[in-house]
């Protein structure tokens, strides 16, 4: 067995594209392998801006041995009445590629047919591999590729160089106008030369000697150190970026870090905006004192060593200076402006095609949020924050500030209301009305920002399947995926039990008539996308499918509560009684569906004692009638846990009474009262799960 070494060496790569490109240079060599019968152990990646590198363990030195069965004409056909090959038995034996005495038959359920045993052939690794490298290397995913020279080859960047061994073997092949080898380059101004790699375990020491240090792990981590010591040199911490790490860690081969420092005097511009500033534009590291407060300190890291690296920080130190003087610019001239004047300016901004402006937005999510306060009974001061809030939401997205720093829109707002005088509450809920701004980011705090959050996701939400912008497969333009999952995270971390087909109805009517033709249509699409991204998130986040699906089917109307039953459910599933329990249930609800009678808003059929024909009847009855009372207080109150306790003692009775009366009597009145009074037992069980739901035995 030998170990594989795959280096494509280019010009700089993005550095977003490098860490996908590795994972599907994995996946696709060890699918190729794979097709190929080569086995092979374990693969480990290396990348830099200027290589990707893949490294094969215990690749073996053949194909792998395989016998396959070929089945042919069925064998009167293949054989004539003398037990001669017929053409066709022929035919197939040239086509198997066996002799004729070597075909068998062999007895299937469809009668007896020719077979044949064929032994594919083994080749050595490395030729297959010179075959299967430049398709593979060439088929790299990149979100832009380009091509050069006169080739019409594509790749993230032009491919410079190729290294391709297997052992001390170099596999030979060419990609575009580039034939592997045995050689790679160092640090493009460091060690530029050509270095030979006799074997693929000298390679990473190789590089670290030519000032390329290619294992991403080891140089994130000596980024990390080396940022995190010139924070504490600075008098201060390094504000801790981890996707900003990532970042620089892919933009360098040889890290080297540089401590600069700007004018105090731009501390009067907001934190976010220097942080966001040196960040975005120049991916620096910003540096804060003990008590929070920003430090005119950044770091930097270099991909030049150099021998004298005061020289590197003087130009980054000069290059910083231009941006923050624009920033502290648009700063200053932003606060010129009424915030009220910016609103009227949404008016330009469009939204979406069929949705109108942001300004049109605007006075819709000011509409919602009004609806929302009076639900959630906030009192006046909150209310008029809410609503100052709904109308000044949107204002920062025609600031000068926000169009060049778009991932500060939101803070911005807060900012500039505070700098305006408005109420604290104001601004924060401001800010906090883009929140969660990705998956597991943080939610809105306030109660005001909640709201707020909350009626600008369901617009989004009801105007975009108002309009048939309907997410499919992939594709998300709006991240309505996103905006449902932040607006189920709000409803359940800030403990609104408010409707969600209430809801719905409030984002819908915005945009279409209740009584209009569709509006019922694109009323159920929304709630069955509501519920399938909760069901989605509750499973995520570990709880059973079946538990889910069951509390989902009974009502997925309020989400503090469907998640209150899920819980409930889960624990319930450790009581003693609830495997058998379940699955009486389950079968009390199968029994009410298939006669007709489900529903949980149709009351049962009145149970009539005189039709009783067995004791076990009357005991039933009398036990759903001893916990009714106290099982829909529990509910009314989210005491789930109380509830299913309550009915986990109607287990016996109505094992008791299924082992002694059949059901589905042949008299029609008896039938259905022994219906109706399952359908008692269906109906404390309605409003917390759908037990035919559940996985059972």
């Given amino acids: 067995m030998q170990t594989l070494l795959i280096e494509v060496r280019a010009e700089e790569i993005p550095a977003g594209y490098i860490r996908p490109a590795l994972a599907a240079f994995q996946e696709k060599m060890t ?31 053949t194909q792998r041995a395989q016998e396959t069965e070929l089945t042919g004409p069925p064998k009167k056909v293949a054989y004539d009445a ?29 009668g007896e047919y020719l077979c044949a045993r064929v032994s594919e052939s083994v080749a050595p690794t490395g030729p297959i591999l ?57 640090h493009r101004f460091k060690a530029p030369g050509q270095i030979t790699i006799p074997h693929p ?106 021998d004298d690296m005061s020289l590197i920080r003087t130009g980054n130190e000069r290059v910083l200076r231009a941006r923050l003087s624009d920033a502290q610019f648009f700063f200053h001239e932003d606060k010129k402006d009424r915030m009220e004047d910016w609103v009227e300016r949404l008016k330009g901004v469009l939204f979406q095609a069929d949705l109108g402006s942001v300004y049109d937005k605007v006075v819709r999510v000011r509409s919602l949020a009004g609806q929302l306060a009076a639900l959630a009974e906030l009192d006046a001061e909150d209310t008029r924050d809410l609503d100052r809030a709904a109308l000044l939401c949107k204002a920062d997205l025609v600031s000068q500030m926000v169009y060049e720093f778009t991932d500060l829109q939101g803070i911005m707002g807060r900012v500039y209301a505070l700098e305006a005088g408005e109420h604290p509450g104001v601004a924060t809920a401001i800010e906090e009305h883009y929140r969660p701004v990705a998956s597991g980011a943080e939610l809105p705090a306030s109660r005001v920002g909640s709201l707020l959050s909350l009626a600008e996701k369901l617009d989004t939400l009801c105007g975009c399947f108002s309009a048939g912008l309907i997410p499919t497969g992939a594709s998300d333009p709006y991240a309505l995926r996103r905006q449902t999952i932040g607006l189920i995270q709000i409803l359940q971390h800030a403990h609104l039990r408010f409707s969600l087909s209430d809801l719905v109805n409030k984002g819908l009517a915005g945009f279409m008539a209740p009584d209009a033709e569709g509006f019922l249509s694109v009323q159920q699409q929304v709630l069955g996308f509501v519920a399938a991204r909760l069901t989605h998130l509750l499973v995520d986040q570990g709880h059973a499918k079946d538990g889910v699906a069951a509390v989902i089917a009974a009502s997925a ?23 058998a329990l379940s699955i009486a249930l389950k079968r009390v609800g199968n029994l009410i569906r298939k006669s007709g009678q489900a529903g949980g808003d149709a009351p049962a059929a009145a149970v009539s004692e005189a039709l009783f024909e067995d004791p076990t009847e009357g005991l039933l009855l009398a036990a759903i009638e001893s916990v009714t009372e106290q099982v829909n207080a529990d509910i009314a109150r989210g005491d789930y846990p109380d509830a299913l306790a309550a009915i986990a003692t109607l287990g016996k009775p109505v094992d008791a009474f299924f082992e002694a009366v059949l059901v589905m009597a042949e008299d029609p009145k008896v039938r259905a009262n022994r219906l109706a009074l399952l359908k008692k037992v269906a109906d404390l069980l309605t409003p917390i799960a759908d037990f035919t739901q559940l996985v059972t035995g």
Avoid at 83 to 103: D, I, R, S, Y
Avoid at 148 to 162: C, M, N, Y
Avoid at 167 to 177: A, K, M, N, R
Avoid at 221 to 238: F, L, R, S
């Fill in 130 to 186: 010179e075959g299967i490298l430049p398709g593979l290397i060439l088929s790299l995913p990149f979100p832009k590729s380009m091509r050069w020279g006169d080739l019409s080859v594509t790749f993230a960047r032009p491919i410079q160089s190729i290294l391709a061994l297997l052992g001390e073997e170099i596999l030979s092949f060419t990609v575009g106008d580039v034939t592997s080898g045995n050689t790679t380059a160092g």
């Fill in 557 to 579: 109307d309020r989400v503090p509560d469907v998640n209150a039953r899920v819980q409930a459910l889960e624990a319930f599933k450790t009581h003693p009684a609830f495997p």
């Fill in 201 to 306: 375990d000298a390679y990473v020491d190789a590089l670290r000697n030519a000032w390329v240090l290619v294992d991403m792990d080891a140089r994130r981590q000596c980024i990390e150190t080396a940022v995190t010591d010139a924070g504490v040199n600075a008098g201060g911490a390094v504000i801790p970026d981890p996707a900003l790490l990532d970042t620089v860690t892919q933009l360098v081969e040889y890290p080297q870090v540089i401590t600069g420092a700007f004018e105090p005097e731009f501390l009067d511009v907001p934190r976010e905006v220097l942080i966001t500033s040196m960040r975005e534009h120049q991916k620096y590291f910003a540096v804060s004192a003990a008590d929070g407060t920003l430090l005119p300190v950044f770091i930097a890291v270099s991909n030049m060593p150099a």
């Fill in 31 to 61: 699918t190729a392998l794979d097709a190929a019968r080569i086995d092979h152990g374990a693969m480990r990646v290396y990348g830099t801006p200027r290589r990707l590198t893949l490294r094969v363990e215990g690749v073996a030195d």
């Fill in 82 to 110: 003398d037990g001669n090959l017929t053409m066709a038995g022929q035919k197939f034996a040239e086509k198997a590629g066996v002799p004729a005495a070597e075909l068998t038959v062999k007895t299937t359920p469809r």
